[in-house]
């Protein structure tokens, strides 16, 4: 991935924010020997500051490669927005001879991979992703050993990812004159397509993260 150093993280505390609202991505397993990487869109849930846990299928593909290789890439993009070429020129530039681009964030997790197939630690997942994505549901604890959990336990298959590097990348116009930016924002904001309002926010941050424009 490329990655300009305008469009660079800030800080790890930004990716890690990222995630925090973005809990759905990619898991890509390349495993050995294969002419393709075995792809899952998948929910996760991330604890900092480097551990993500989810659960899969067993007849999921995804097992081979992993077992094979226990390395992965957790790929998370979130706030795109296609910019117009019409939009995407300066000031002083016709806009007919504009280029067109696309914003976007998105994080790359390198991660070393552990399979769980214990019942009681498919449990804890389980009850992890659980109060993460319904904490005020009424689903009862998983438990490893009371029915119909105990049951159908033996249908999935935990995974606890450890991260090992990172790849952020925050493409928001950060080499482009406040004008621009701002410009871009507010036709964001007539659009109003999916992803154009969070998008419009990004715009309109300085590097330092504070807002540039109140308009």
């Not at 991330?46 to 290789?69: F, I, K, M, Q």
């Not at 790929?75 to 504009?98: M, Q």
């Not at 991979?113 to 994505?133: G, M, N, T, Y």
């Amino acid at each position: 991935m490329l990655i300009h150093p305008w469009d660079a993280a800030e800080s790890d505390e930004q990716w890690r924010s990222f995630l925090s609202g973005h809990d759905f991505g990619e898991l890509i397993a390349p495993g050995r020997g294969r002419d393709l990487p075995v792809v899952v869109p998948t929910h996760f849930t991330y604890d900092e500051p480097a551990t993500v846990w989810l659960h899969l299928a067993r007849p999921n593909p995804v097992w081979g490669a992993l077992t094979e290789h226990p390395r992965c890439l957790l790929v998370v993009t979130g706030e795109i927005a296609y910019v117009r070429a019409d939009w995407n020129s300066a000031p002083e530039a016709d806009p007919a001879l504009g280029v067109p681009t696309s914003y976007y964030a998105t994080v790359q997790l390198e991660c070393d991979v552990r399979i769980e197939d214990d019942p009681a630690a498919k449990a804890a997942i389980l009850r992890r992703q659980l109060a993460h994505f319904e904490p005020d549901g009424a689903r009862t604890p998983v438990s490893a050993t009371e029915n119909p959990d105990r049951r159908l336990l033996p249908g999935i298959r935990g995974l606890e990812l450890t991260v090992t590097g990172v790849r952020a990348k925050f493409k928001f116009g950060g080499n482009k004159p406040v004008e621009q930016r701002e410009r871009v924002a507010a036709r964001f904001t007539q659009r109003e397509a999916p992803g154009d309002l969070a998008v419009a926010d990004r715009v309109l941050r300085r590097s330092d993260g504070c807002p540039i424009s109140t308009k």
